[in-house]
């Protein structure tokens, strides 16, 4: 314990704390004003310099100046935790929390807290605040929390608080150039090192965004709500986890799990009931505007059209179907008004009762599809029945969607106020949270779309599996495809926020009106190891499927669900290798993706096991495969016998990728 003290110079602080491995250090400091600062240091060398933290209130007086230090304390926490499913079976939490109590010096004396958990590879901190008699409701017009970065660098971001919610293209800017950015936002740092800035446990709260002020300084911008407040607490209450991951390298970035340890453990219990796997989908012909959501003529949903996709799923052990345009709802205007939507009234030309009878006669559940169209207060009238009728047809998962441009969701209060709410306000928030308690009831899972941002709550909630935003395989089906840096882009940044529904494995490369793609064939297959989910879409249609017989193999095989996971190799935007281990079995898969840039890779294969022989199924780009012509579909399938004592030689082709499966042969 730190006995209380006056306010002290900017040179030397009033409490520090270092990572179990000494790796990081967190300083706090007070200046003669009683502002309250921080910094953190790697091995020595200053990240962040001094930050500033704090609150501006929309009804009092701000709190970030006149506080005094009053006391603080430490303590060390090891643990290892088994995800139901993920990247990793088990997980070790091992941090040393410090926590700073201060009280402000004036007639007012709020208090403050502010705890710091650091990690080896990162830190986390957040806000605390105790209920007090002049703190009864604090109505937060924004955070003053500061991340003043001690050196320039490269920052990949993408822009925040744009219509098109979390839709955009990366940016690659100097970290001195970045604008008003979501997070994830990834840093190179001059000196090559690595961090990575975002958030965790985001509830009953708004997303954080941040804007650059001056220099390298990052100053944390909440995302509005519906009110003059963008966030109002009352009684006792803690903001998110402010996360720094820091890494000497880009792979140290993915390989982190800050985000998850941050997140309390499982409130749901036991989760046996949800099955990692694949799915097929009515859904790439409507993306592709070949059939509709709406009744009609064109109407993808129909009974007939749903049991051919149950064949082919049980053809190919395919264990799930996704069914949009399902039920009552999608005709007329529905994009930001879907108050006519009935998550359990079906078409007419839509026998639920037939199709999921015959799925299950077959192995192959239905997935349902609430989209809501933005009328979030409408979904929640309609939460026990909707999630009845899922479980009564026997649907393990939910895929909800809310399309509708932002800051235009539909709240309806109890006394029949409609507002608009962005959906990472604090309300939305906490209706996802409604929506994951409500659909547990009903052994339900969800995948959410048109998401709040991720922030490691599948911890806690481990019936959220999933979540898309970050432009995925539907803008390959539209005008201005992702470029071929996409997918390498979002390895180190939307996939820190977790598991990604993004629909790959497009094996035709094509959009609407044929339009080509940008990626090979063999990419197409890497992406089921490279952006992890522990639901993934074979996203093309069984018509495409059957011209690509072969390459559609490894989509049969790869598995969803994972022991362990290595990346091997990777830059922003360039290139990654990823290595997964199957959970429960010995087998390996592979994943290597590029931009457009050709690329060979040099990989040792130590992370197999010792002793055994593999048989590598090899999916690689044809010599002359490109993602520029024809020749993205040139695809070279093969075998080779290897051991952990072996090197593999991946050529990537421009905007390619390689796939490959080790499976287990046994002792040499």
Do not use: C
Not at 418 to 431: D, G, I, P, T, V
Not at 536 to 560: C, L, R, S, W
Request: glycine residues 8%.
């Amino acid at each position: 314990m730190l006995a209380a003290t006056p306010a002290a110079a900017q040179d030397k602080p009033v409490a520090e704390a270092s990572s179990p491995g000494g790796v990081i250090k967190v300083a706090l400091f007070l200046d003669g004003d009683g502002r309250v600062s921080y910094t953190i240091t790697r091995r020595g060398t200053p990240i962040v310099a001094p930050s500033r933290l704090g609150f501006l209130l929309t009804d009092a007086r701000k709190i970030e100046r006149s506080l005094g230090f009053v006391s603080a304390e430490t303590r060390d926490f090891d643990e290892t935790w088994e995800q139901p499913w993920g990247e990793w079976r088990r997980i070790r939490n091992n941090y040393r929390e410090l926590k700073v109590h201060f009280r402000e010096t004036t007639a007012l004396a709020r208090v403050m807290d502010v705890t710091f958990r650091l990690y080896d590879d990162g830190v986390g901190f957040r806000y605390e605040f105790p209920d007090q008699p002049n703190l009864k409701a604090a109505n937060i017009a924004d955070e003053l929390t500061e991340f003043a970065f001690a050196q320039d660098g490269t920052a990949w971001w993408k822009p925040a608080f744009l219509w098109n919610r979390e839709e955009y293209l990366y940016n690659k800017t100097a970290l001195s150039a970045v604008g008003t950015a979501d997070t994830p936002v990834t840093i190179k740092f001059a000196d090559g090192s690595y961090a990575a800035l975002h958030e965790a446990a985001l509830v009953d709260y708004s997303g954080m965004a941040v804007a650059r002020t001056e220099g390298n300084t990052l100053r944390a911008a909440l995302t509005p709500g519906a009110g003059r407040a963008k966030v109002t607490k009352t009684g006792a209450w803690s903001t998110p986890w402010r996360t720094l991951i820091l890494s000497d390298d880009a792979p140290g970035i993915y390989m982190s799990h800050l985000m998850l340890n941050l997140n309390e453990p499982n409130k749901l219990g036991d989760m046996s009931w949800f099955k990692p796997g694949k799915f097929a989908g009515v859904w790439w012909n409507m993306i592709k505007g070949d059939w509709t959501w709406a009744r009609g003529p064109k109407h993808g949903a129909t009974t007939a059209n749903v049991k051919h996709y149950i064949d082919f799923a049980a053809a190919n052990k395919i264990p799930n179907v996704l069914v949009e345009g399902w039920n009552v709802g999608w005709d007329g205007d529905w994009f930001g008004n879907g108050n006519d939507m009935n998550f359990a009234q079906p078409t007419e030309d839509f026998d639920a009762d037939a199709l999921a009878a015959y799925g299950k006669a077959k192995g192959v559940r239905l997935i349902g599809h609430h989209e809501t169209g933005g009328a979030a207060s409408h979904y929640e009238s309609q939460f026990d029945a909707a999630f009845k009728f899922a479980a009564d047809h026997g649907e393990m998962v939910v895929k909800t969607g809310y399309v509708t441009d932002a800051a235009q969701i539909e709240r309806v209060d109890p006394d029949g106020t409609k507002l608009r709410e962005w959906h990472e306000s604090q309300w939305m928030s906490n209706h996802h949270l409604r929506v994951l308690q409500a659909a547990a009831k009903y052994h339900v899972a969800i995948d959410s779309h048109e998401p709040i941002k991720g922030t490691g709550l599948q911890r806690t909630y481990p019936n959220w599996v999933g979540r898309e935003g970050s432009r995925g395989m539907e803008y390959n089906a539209w005008g201005a495809k992702n470029p071929p840096e996409h997918e390498a882009n979002l390895v180190f940044t939307r996939m820190l926020e977790g598991p990604m529904d993004f629909t790959p494995g497009v094996l035709s490369l094509t959009g609407q009106g044929d339009s080509p793609i940008l990626s090979t064939e063999a990419k197409q297959l890497a992406l089921y190891v490279v952006l992890y989910a522990p639901v993934v879409m074979a996203a093309d249609t069984p018509e495409n499927y059957a011209k690509h017989m072969g390459a559609f193999q490894f989509i049969k095989d790869v598995p969803t669900d994972w022991e362990e996971t290595r990346m091997l190799n990777g830059e922003p935007g360039d290139f990654t290798t990823i290595v997964r281990k199957e959970r429960g079995g010995e087998n390996w898969y592979l994943g290597a993706i590029t931009d457009e840039q050709a690329r060979t890779l040099d990989v040792a294969l130590d992370f197999l096991t010792p002793g055994k022989t593999y048989l590598a199924q090899i999916y690689r780009d044809g010599d002359d495969a490109t993602y520029e012509t024809e020749k993205r579909h040139s695809i070279v399938i093969e075998q080779r016998r290897v051991t952990s004592a072996d090197r593999l030689s991946l050529k990537l082709a421009p905007g390619g990728g390689q796939a490959i499966r080790f499976v287990a042969q046994g002792k040499k």
